[in-house]
Structures are given as C-alpha cells and as structure tokens.
C-alpha cells in the first residue's frame, strides 16, 4: 500500500477521516465517488478548496474518506477541514496558505442544549397575560 497522509476534521456531529495519497484523482467518501456523496451544487468544490489554496492540482492525489454523524453541512465542512489538515500533514510548509484562507480554523460552533420549560434552547413559551 502507498504511502498515505491522515487527519481528522469535525463539525457539528460530523466527524471526518480524510486519507490522501499520490494517484489519479480520485475522490471518495463512504465506499461512493465524491460527487454520488455529496451531490448539492458546489460542495465537492468547496471540500476541494483546501488543494486550491496550496496550488495543487487534485489530480495528483487520491483522496479517500469515512465520515459519520451530522447532515449534509456539517460533514462537508468536516471533510475539507480534514482534507486541509492532511495536507499540513503532506507538506508542511503549506501551513501559511492553509491559514490564511481559514481552513485550518475548526469551527466550535455547537447545538445549544434545551433547557427545562422553554420550548428550545432559548425559544419560551407564548406570553398569555390572562
């Protein structure tokens, strides 16, 4: 087996194991083609920003990914935060353009937790005066 490069990128409830080794291009997530896994307009090309960023074409490289938990967003986000950690992982000197388009940052925004006689997390119950 060729040498390959790991990390892992979570969002939300998603969490991502991103695998990138040299080869022909391929890109898949959960035993499926990239574009079958994530099939809304832009996300494969959002996933893939982290190889624009360094100035590498995808071609070169495969990338192989297992994520679970979260929806649709949620796992994207995971997925090209991983990508962009494994390739630090790859090449270290990559680390400033990583940076400086943001896909190094985890986003720590999380769902707020529901709290006893509100309806969600801060949502109350409709005010009656009688």
Request: no cysteine.
């Amino acid at each position: 087996m060729a040498q390959y490069y790991e990390a892992v990128g979570r969002r939300k409830e998603s969490t991502a194991r991103v695998r990138v080794m040299g080869g022909s291009g391929t890109f898949t997530v959960n035993e499926k083609t990239g574009s079958a896994y994530f099939p809304r307009i832009g996300d494969v090309q959002d996933i893939l920003r982290p190889f624009a960023a360094v100035g590498e074409d995808a071609g070169k490289y495969d990338v192989t990914v297992k994520v679970q938990g979260g929806g649709v967003s949620g796992q994207t986000k995971a997925v090209r935060l991983g990508l962009a950690r494994a390739l630090q992982a790859l090449n270290a000197d990559w680390t400033p353009a990583l940076r400086k388009h943001g896909l190094l940052t985890r986003d720590a925004r999380e769902k707020e937790r529901k709290k006893p006689g509100l309806k969600k997390a801060r949502k109350a119950p409709t005010y009656t005066k009688r």
